[in-house]
């Protein structure tokens, strides 16, 4: 992607600080060149690690987001970033219909016995959906691939209906410098500190019911040595829960010392429309 002057030569200070985010203030340009660079991206790189049916946050989003929701029928659900879906499947057969939203590659048509249609993401972030659409809306790692996260987040606060339930998942450190090439990430993406996060939930008039650090840098190291999918286990995320409460300091949210990349990298937010 070319960006603009302003964007290659200014201070990158703001952004790596966290005061500011990289990317939510582009121009409409820069959203369609950041857009068509990222559309397929990781599809792309999820196909050469890994099964691209493989799922592995399961035991996680339970933990921290699904257990929390009431029991019963979800209604009609909207997964932004789902790709195949497999995120939904805990709950699939609750929903009355899934919307996913996606840039390609997918197109199963059910999931579990519940009908699955898929509607393409544009660079402004406008969502094609009415007002109030949906009654629960999941977002598991996927803002964090887009430049204006602002206006997606005011978007996925329009398409729910008053008193419904969204889940939120994102990486609130930078992942690394995104300006240099990075193993197994697109060219893109960068996590979102987490007071931009919270205040663009404000603002589309979402209120954080729960929240909770999570991906501790420890827990895939542990699974590593374990040879185990460590967010699909239990007793791991279980343990993950625990390093991630348990880390004294606040978020760093561009770790350059050994200490402060000891610590979760992101958060969970179980998240209600007023």
Known sequence: MSLSVTHELGSMEEFFSGRRLYGDDFSQAELEAWYRDEQTAYFELATEVRDPGFYDYHALNWLHGYRHLPRGP?????????????????????????????????????????DVTYRRPVASGR???SDGEFDLVTCFGALHHVPNVTAVVRELGRVMQSGGWALVREPVITMGDWRRPRRGLTRHERGIPHRILESAFLAAGLNVLRRHRCVHTLTPRIGRLLG???FNSRILTRLDSVLSAGTPWPIVYHPTQVWQKLQPCSIFYVLRKR
């Open 127 to 129: 969502l094609a959906a």
């Open 74 to 114: 979800v209604g009609r659900v909207m997964s932004f970033g789902g790709a195949k879906g497999e995120e939904l499947r805990p709950i699939a057969r609750r929903a009355r219909s899934i919307v996913i939203v996606e840039p390609g590659a997918y197109s199963d048509s059910n999931l579990d016995g519940t």
């Open 228 to 230: 185990a999918s460590c």
